[in-house]
């Protein structure tokens, strides 16, 4: 039986949705010991996923940016890496912390194999100890504009760490079909430990029911797809940025579908091109003639 640590990055749900995907995979591998490791609401979800593996659940104090009002707060985060800010520690006094707790783990649990999504650190901890990590990404050394070339000593930071994984994981399809290519640009001496695994979706078979409210009033309809990803600042900017596209006079009569990525039913609402709002169920038992639908979060069989 081996033992298998899964880090995952507590920014946003991207992370924690790639990997317990794949966790389905290596559950279906053999009679294995799994560990899961994150912070905050990640780390809620994993014990509420979990519930008969609660000992094998983690909190490690990962360090984060910091908030701003359209995702990660560039000021604040600079400023954070010497001085505490809105109760952060300083990130110099984060990072000792939680490394030095996660290499404590990492002693008492004995790893055979880790992986980790998003968590560099935990690269490093692997690499002291011999340990086969592998990393999961569809990052690695984003091109920049000349405009944001300060940020290049951070971005050469983070490829260091993530070079020190003994296989590169790419959450997307080998070349020259990568979407994420311009944020890669791996080096030539790890070319070798890079793999494409294609993207985590899920393969599951859907049993499907009747049709709902939802599907049945978008039936022969043509609409775009919007997205609202990550955690609540960056999802929250990303809906402002849809709402100033949504008033452009090009989209008055396009047809939309906003799904918000948040198990929350009081944002499901149907919107007419007056601006009138309706529940959906009373919109498809009335027929109206909708421009826009906010939906919390979509089930498998919606999507």
Not at 173 to 200: A, R
Request: hydrophobic residues 30%.
């Amino acid at each position: 039986m081996a033992k298998i640590g899964q880090f995952i990055y507590p920014w946003g749900n991207g992370h924690y949705s790639r990997m317990m995907r794949l966790n389905e995979k290596l559950k279906e591998s053999g009679d294995n010991e799994f560990h899961y490791f994150s912070k905050g609401d990640i780390y809620k979800k994993l014990l509420e996923k979990f519930p008969d593996e609660k000992e094998n659940v983690h909190e490690v104090l990962m360090p984060t940016p910091i908030d701003g009002k359209f995702g990660p707060s560039l000021a604040k985060s600079l400023w954070n890496f010497l001085l505490p800010v809105e109760g952060n520690e300083p990130l110099v006094t984060q990072i000792s912390s939680y490394l030095k707790n996660e290499g404590k783990l990492y002693n008492k649990i004995g790893f055979d194999l880790v992986i980790n999504d998003g968590d560099m650190g935990s690269n490093v901890l692997a690499e002291r100890r011999n340990i086969t990590s592998l990393f999961v990404t569809n990052q690695f050394k984003p091109k920049l504009w000349k405009s944001r070339m300060y940020f290049k000593p951070a971005l050469e930071f983070v490829a260091k760490q993530i070079s020190k994984a003994s296989r590169i994981l790419v959450a997307d399809s080998e070349p020259p079909y990568t979407m994420c290519e311009y944020n890669l640009n791996f080096s030539k001496e790890i070319q070798d430990k890079v793999t494409y695994v294609g993207h985590f979706t899920n393969n599951k078979t859907i049993e499907k029911n009747e049709k709902n409210d939802l599907e049945k009033l978008i039936s022969d309809s043509v609409y775009g797809y919007w997205m609202r990803t990550g955690n609540k600042s960056t999802n929250d900017g990303t809906g402002e940025r849809y709402e100033e596209a949504f008033h452009q006079s090009e989209m008055k009569d396009e047809k939309r579908i906003i799904s918000h990525a948040r198990d929350d039913p009081s944002i499901d609402r149907v919107l007419d091109k007056n601006g009138n709002k309706y529940s959906i169920a009373e919109a498809y038992e009335k027929k109206i003639d909708w421009i826009q639908i906010d939906k919390g979060f979509l089930s498998e069989q919606e999507k």
